[in-house]
């Protein structure tokens, strides 16, 4: 076991902040746990290094079945603001060569009191429901990504549902990343039936969604069932799921032989069809895992949508 002194590695912490930034530092809004093992470090790593300038967090790294001997060390990492004050990051790493870098005993202490902690699990979260590393009573919410998380548990699209449906009712604050990057999908989605289409939404009989990943169009095409069932006059709607290498498109269909598409060329474009046969070029704001993050360390809450389209049976 790594023998942590809180106090120290906060006083080192400290003294790596002053060093980062020339000016008074941002005080930290929130700690981030992330959980993983030493494989899958570099993903994780990447979705938090988008938060660099954006929020100044505390940065806890745990990483299991890592090569070599237990040892930690710490970083800290800053950009100034138009203010002329350091938005830091702070990290710890902490490596085990098993499983201890994950018990709450150790990095517990390493949490900044009063403020929000979101952990975000890179573990199967099958993992989740045994609580034994101690991780759920001191988190906030749950950061997790679905669509590499089937892939983990080895499950089929309707087993993995119940699952979460399983997590979802024992009170898991679970935060969805494979939900909550389909914002530009939506988005695309609200613009392809903006007025005078919007009618056409009661009228949807075949939704056919192409994507990369089956679990994430099918995310999305469960989204759609949820937003078209509050139409009286709208029937069964029937979905059919496609695996693609090229971008995600989504193709509407309505009675006779009309429909609506909507294809993301670029995480920031996309081109919209309407009945009519025209074509309108979408501009989609920007939108990252940092934008994910920076809303959870302002806000630390499930969205309550994601969690009606696990619970509902469409």
């Known amino acids: 076991m790594i023998p942590l002194k809180s106090s120290l590695i906060e006083k080192e912490l400290y003294r790596k902040v002053e060093e980062a930034t020339g000016s008074n530092a941002r005080a930290m809004s929130a700690t981030i746990v992330g959980l993983s093992s030493f494989q899958d470090a570099s993903v994780l790593d990447g979705h938090i290094n988008t938060l660099l300038g954006r929020r100044p967090v505390r940065v806890v790294h745990l990483r299991g079945n890592s090569p070599g001997e237990n040892r930690y060390w710490i970083e800290a990492r800053c950009s100034l603001d138009r203010h002329n004050r350091g938005v830091c990051l702070e990290d710890i790493y902490i490596e085990t060569p098993d499983d201890h870098a994950y018990y709450g005993r150790v990095w517990g202490g390493l949490t900044i009191r009063e403020l929000p902690v979101l952990l975000y699990w890179r573990l199967p979260t099958s993992l989740l429901a045994s609580c034994q590393y101690d991780c759920i009573q001191r988190s906030d919410v749950i950061v997790f990504e679905s669509a590499e998380d089937i892939q983990k548990l080895g499950m089929k699209g309707a087993d993995y549902l119940s699952h979460l449906r399983t997590l979802i009712t024992a009170g898991y604050p679970l935060v969805d990343l494979t939900w909550e990057l389909l914002w530009p999908h939506r988005f695309a989605l ?57 971008p995600f498109t989504a193709t509407f269909e309505f009675a006779g032989e009309q429909y609506s598409s909507l294809r993301l060329e670029t995480p920031g474009q996309g081109i919209l069809r309407y009945p009519d046969g025209s074509i309108q070029r979408l501009v989609i704001p920007p939108f990252s895992v940092g934008h994910v993050l920076e809303r959870l360390v302002d806000s ?15």
């Open 190 to 246: 609200s613009r392809l039936f903006m007025t005078p289409y919007h009618e056409q939404l009661a009228h949807i009989r075949r939704i056919t969604v192409h994507s990369k990943s089956e679990w994430q169009g099918a995310l999305f095409a469960r989204w759609c069932k949820e937003r078209l069932s509050s139409y009286e006059e709208s029937e069964t709607v029937k979905v059919i799921l496609s695996p693609t290498e090229g």
């Open 300 to 314: 630390p809450t499930p969205d309550p949508l994601y969690a009606s389209l696990i619970a509902e049976n469409l």
